[in-house]
């Protein structure tokens, strides 16, 4: 072995512990630089914390369903924009401004088809119409002779709604019931068939005559049903007499279920309701009752007013003497009147006309037609079904 001599193993010594200072000084400068995010992430951590700490609590707040808020404005140096007023519901907790906002979308409702009337479903409406009235339905006659000036479909049998109403009438004036009678309105006369609305509440107590013209005049279907039901027997006695009565009067394709008209069956045809409004017309106060344009009736909670569901009653150019309005989906619109037109008497029937106001505007074309024909030469027109 060959000697060393002091001298050179010093410097061994010294270069061997100067490359290991070298090789520690960059490690330690690397796990620095690599510490130095997380430093930084932590103080800012530290100092948000801190802020938060210091700023009052905010509630979390969930938009309106139906809410669609505005952004919010980004803060510019050292005083923040405002942000825009955002729409909400009364009563809606303020959104805060760390949360994210999202438009909510809607799928658009359904549209129910409207149901067709019977008459429309069966084809009535195709029938070929030399004045192209929009009544599937129509009849004109003589009241003095019974002569059919005008016709559309009148064998038809169909729902005739509150035209019902009219037969009713004639049952309670022939029982003799007294008219000053109060009756009262309860549970049992709530349509529970179609749910329409009444505006006599329930407890409401009128007197028999309030309530037939009420039935006539305003169709209040509350109160019809409240005439059968204080009828002696009951309801049922008292649709028992209503199809007595009709068989009298030679309604023979004619059926009654109800006193109202609520329920589809009750059906009827033209001729048929010709003969009813004849006879009814015979009834002083049911040429009153059901021409009289107002009544004010006091239901035992208040006054409440009830108008004409006939707009042609206070027309001058119309000199009305008897009238009935209806309605139900499966019956369409309805009208049965007696009138003057130039000075004749006569009846007139529409049935399922389309349209809130077209059975009105059919009965005007049918008084200006027979106002146009000679009296003398007048022949009855028929309307023919399509081949």
Not at 65 to 91: C, D, I, M, Y
């Amino acid at each position: 072995m060959s000697p060393v001599f002091p001298g050179v193993r010093a410097r061994r010594i010294l270069a061997l512990a100067a490359g290991l200072l070298a090789l520690q000084f960059p490690l330690e400068s690397i796990a620095a630089d690599r510490a130095a995010p997380s430093m930084k992430a932590r103080k800012a951590a530290e100092a948000s914390a801190s802020r938060k700490a210091a700023e009052p609590p905010v509630r979390k707040a969930t938009l309106p369903a139906r809410v669609s808020a505005l952004p919010l404005r980004k803060q510019v140096g050292p005083r923040a924009e405002k942000a825009p007023a955002k729409v909400q519901r009364a009563g809606a907790a303020t959104q805060p401004r760390s949360a994210r906002i999202v438009k909510a979308s809607y799928s658009p409702r359904a549209v129910e088809p409207q149901r067709l009337s019977i008459g429309n479903a069966i084809g009535l409406h195709l029938t070929d119409d030399p004045l192209d009235l929009r009544s599937s339905v129509a009849l004109v006659i003589d009241q003095a002779t019974g002569e059919t000036l005008y016709q559309k479909n009148p064998d038809a049998v169909l729902p005739i709604a509150s035209i019902t109403k009219v037969m009713t009438s004639m049952v309670v004036l022939d029982a003799g019931l007294p008219l000053d009678e109060m009756l009262d309105v309860s549970e049992a006369d709530r349509d529970t068939e179609r749910h329409s609305g009444s505006r006599l509440p329930m407890g409401s107590k009128l007197s028999r005559g309030e309530m037939l013209q009420l039935a006539l005049m305003a169709s209040e279907n509350r109160a019809a049903h409240a005439l059968g039901r204080h009828f002696p027997g009951g309801l049922s006695a008292f649709v028992e007499a209503m199809n007595t009565k009709a068989r009298a009067i030679g309604m023979t394709d004619s059926r009654f279920a109800d006193p109202t008209g609520l329920s589809s069956n009750n059906v009827s045809n033209a001729r048929d309701l010709a003969r009813m409004v004849r006879a009814a017309h015979g009834y002083p106060l049911i040429r009153e009752y059901s021409t009289a344009t107002s009544l004010t009736v006091d239901t035992g909670y208040r006054q409440v007013g009830f108008r004409s569901t006939n707009r042609l009653v206070d027309n001058p150019d119309w000199q009305i003497g008897m009238q009935k309005t209806g309605y139900i989906s499966e019956a369409g619109k309805c009208l049965v009147m007696q009138a003057k037109v130039d000075g004749r008497a006569v009846i007139l029937v529409l049935l399922d006309a389309t349209g809130a106001q077209s059975r009105f505007a059919d009965a005007q074309r049918l008084r200006k037609w027979v106002e146009q024909q000679p009296r003398d030469e007048t022949q009855p027109v028929r309307a023919d079904a399509r081949s």
